[in-house]
T-cell receptor
Framework: DVKVTQSSRYLVKRTGEKVFLECVQDMDHENMFWYRQDPGLGLRLIYF???????EKGDIPEGYSVSREKKERFSLILESASTNQTSMYLC????????????????FGPGTRLLVL | AQKVTQAQTEISVVEKEDVTLDCVYETRDTTYYLFWYKQPPSGELVFLIRRNSFDEQNEISGRYSWNFQKSTSSFNFTITASQVVDSAVYFC????????????FGTGTLLAVQP
């Protein structure tokens, strides 16, 4: 079974703090994703990585950055947390097109509920 | 631009009722993939099914079935004889730009199954 883990289930931070959210997958997947989930808005893609050190902006990258130094780990960084970044953050991974030949499902971690005060 | 619409925000049924969750999508691509995910109260999204645009066969898996109709751009999900454990938020998703791994999600349907 695919296992995607996230460093924290719940996190409380203060405005202006630098926040790191870590995600690790154990299935050697090329692709990794960060989403945020807000009521009534569904899941919105923040960043996507298709290989080590490679990244693409998603729909709402402002205020976020990412790091992928190793294949299994994808970090989301909030450079200076703000109250409007209070949300549920979900990490996912999937096989890449090069490996699988077609589009495969994304597998999700349990999520991190971040509260910025 | 791609879009996924789940018009039903919340559905409430009584156990053993059948329920259908609607998903309507928009895309100009000829190759695309559709997905359904379940998000129980624990929060983790669970993959249910993937369908590509060339395969219009309906699929049944136990109490779950999916009806894919390209003519109406719909990919509906039916739960037969619903159970309390089916209570969750269900998301429909579509690949962006053809055969890409990036997905666009609908806003989800909250299904509450009452005992």
């Amino acid at each position: 079974d695919v296992k995607v883990t996230q460093s924290s289930r719940y996190l409380v931070k203060r405005t202006g703090e630098k926040v790191f959210l870590e995600c690790v997958q154990d299935m050697d997947h090329e692709n990794m994703f960060w989403y945020r989930q807000d009521p009534g808005l569904g899941l919105r893609l923040i960043y996507f990585s298709y290989d080590v050190k490679m990244k693409e902006k998603g729909d709402i990258p402002e205020g976020y950055s990412v790091s992928r130094e190793k294949k299994e780990r994808f970090s989301l960084i909030l450079e200076s947390a703000s109250t409007n970044q209070t949300s549920m953050y979900l990490c996912a991974s999937s096989l890449g097109l090069r490996t699988s030949g077609n589009v495969r499902a994304q597998y999700f971690g349990p999520g991190t509920r971040l509260l910025v005060l | 631009a791609q879009k996924v619409t789940q018009a039903q925000t919340e559905i409430s049924v009584v156990e053993k009722e059948d329920v259908t969750l609607d998903c309507v999508y928009e895309t100009r691509d000829t190759t695309y993939y559709l997905f359904w995910y379940k998000q129980p109260p624990s929060g983790e999204l669970v993959f249910l099914i993937r369908r590509n645009s060339f395969d219009e066969q309906n699929e049944i898996s136990g109490r779950y079935s999916w009806n894919f109709q390209k003519s109406t751009s719909s990919f509906n999900f039916t739960i037969t004889a619903s159970q309390v454990v089916d209570s969750a938020v269900y998301f429909c998703a579509l690949t962006r730009g053809g055969a890409t791994n990036k997905l666009i999600f609908g806003t989800g349907t909250l299904l509450a199954v009452q005992p």
